[in-house]
């Protein structure tokens, strides 16, 4: 990789949208695109539509818990290296899939990852900055949202 040039054109994205992912690994691997020569560095989350091709609606503790990893991840890899963070929100898992997880029930979902991102983590006061921003009175995170 290095000899080809690659790294000069590119940015690397990693995709990880598990609720548990491995910070160490994705550390190491960050560590051997960095030794390749690529001078920066993308995550990809999700938001909403990685947990089930027939899920309707959003939990939101799985995907606040994905961006709360990769913020660990952030913290243990040079602040320089990482470009951004990319949040999807899957509509589908192929083009003959049915519509999974509708923009709307996500919308709760999209709020708190970001607020938890904007923070560095997710704490009381981010729980009441969202249920403020969105006028809910409970946001309801490890179950689905009524």
């Not at 990880?16 to 190491?28: F, H, N, R, T, W």
Request: net charge negative; charged share 20%; glycine share 6%.
């Amino acid at each position: 990789l290095s000899e080809s040039g690659v790294p000069q054109l590119v940015q690397p994205m990693i995709w990880d949208y598990a609720a548990d992912l491995d910070v160490e690994s994705k550390v190491l691997l960050i560590e051997k695109y960095h030794r390749c020569g690529f001078s920066k560095v993308w995550f990809a989350s999700a938001f909403k539509g990685a947990t089930g091709v027939n899920q309707s609606l959003t939990l939101i503790g799985h995907h606040l818990n994905n961006h709360l990893q990769w913020l660990k991840v952030a913290s243990s890899v040079p602040a320089d290296v990482l470009q951004g963070i990319a949040l999807t929100g899957w509509q589908r898992y192929d083009h003959f899939s049915v519509l999974c997880e509708l923009f709307p029930v996500a919308i709760p979902s999209l709020a708190v990852c970001l607020q938890a991102l904007e923070n560095g983590g997710y704490s009381e006061k981010v729980k009441e900055n969202v249920e403020k921003l969105l006028g809910m009175s409970n946001l309801e995170l490890d179950t689905f949202m009524r």
